[in-house]
């Protein structure tokens, strides 16, 4: 049953790279288990490759590309209480990624995913790093694709909200990184240690 020090990693391209690194995880004092994407479809999928080992119990899901410093996740479980919570960051460039729309109670309306510069008003960026209770798959299992072919975790997010199911807000402030872009990453490798 998932737990502290208790990891599902999926995978997909360079599987074999990032499960022979890691392995089982106890040279990392953790338990790793594995599931891998075949056919590269989009965030809305990828999770359920995991719900056998989910269960029944809560769980952070995290994009593999997103960095931040520990002590966040125990801010993102801080808010934890009704269904779910989605990570935010203020003034990223939500045409990168996705606008995120909340109501006056900051409980997520809904997501725009790669929105055009000037479409959205939202200064709230998805961070990629999310805590869910098992909820989440009754919407993984009914997504269709969007309009860039791909099942995507943010509309199951928005038919979530739509439905009246509570995923509460919490901007992240603090060491936070996408690091898709590998101009990002080489910066962050050349930058001192605790920067």
């Avoid at 006056?104 to 929105?115: M, V």
């Avoid at 008003?121 to 098992?134: D, H, I």
């Avoid at 992240?172 to 910066?187: F, I, S």
Wanted: hydrophobic share 35%.
């Amino acid at each position: 049953m998932p737990g502290s020090g208790i990891f599902f990693f999926i995978t997909g391209h360079c599987a074999e790279v990032i499960e022979d690194h890691f392995l089982d995880g106890h040279s990392h004092q953790v338990r790793i288990s594995y599931g891998r994407q075949l056919v590269m479809d989009g965030t809305g999928k990828a999770p359920e490759l995991a719900r056998d080992w989910i269960g029944d119990s809560r769980f952070i899901l995290s994009y593999g590309d997103i960095l931040m410093q520990p002590d966040l996740y125990s801010s993102l479980l801080s808010h934890f209480h009704h269904d779910g919570v989605i990570s935010v960051k203020r003034g990223e460039n939500v045409s990168q990624g996705g606008a995120v729309l909340f109501d006056q109670d900051f409980f997520l309306e809904r997501i725009i995913e790669k929105a055009a510069p000037g479409q959205v008003s939202s200064p709230w960026y998805n961070a990629g790093v999310y805590a869910f209770t098992p909820s989440l798959f009754h919407y993984t299992a009914r997504l269709q694709k969007s309009p860039r072919d791909e099942y995507e975790l943010t509309d199951a997010l928005t038919a979530m909200a739509g439905d009246g199911l509570k995923i509460k807000g919490c901007e992240l402030q603090g060491n936070w990184a996408d690091v898709r872009d590998p101009q990002t990453l080489a910066t962050l490798n050349q930058a001192p240690a605790g920067s």
